[in-house]
């Protein structure tokens, strides 16, 4: 199954290719901080389940933790990807930002 998303301008486009989407509540400060909510939801996905259709190259990646990175859209600022926290090569995607 395919599903895909984008940044809040359009820009940048992405297709997550997995038969289902896992979809987790994480509710740590900087989650609650980067999100400015209560807790943020994203959705999980390997790297090679992953793929950006359009808009790679203004991804602007910064170091949240350390070996965490959150990456964003430079035109909107649209929080895409976090990557680097859970030790493996997983991504986690926010659920927001889904079609």
């Known amino acids: 199954m395919t599903f895909q998303g984008a940044c809040l301008c359009g820009a940048m486009r992405y297709e997550i290719q997995r038969k289902f989407l896992n979809a987790m509540h994480c509710y740590c400060s900087m ?18 389940q992953f793929e950006w259709l359009s808009g790679s190259e203004l991804l602007v990646s910064r170091q ?18 976090v990557h680097g926290q859970t030790g493996d090569d997983s991504l986690a995607i926010p659920a927001g930002t889904l079609d």
């Open 31 to 48: 989650c609650r901080k980067a999100h400015g909510g209560a807790f943020s939801t994203h959705v999980s996905a390997r790297r090679d």
């Open 64 to 81: 949240s933790s350390p070996g965490a990175y959150r990456e964003f859209c430079q035109r909107c600022g649209t929080h895409m990807v």
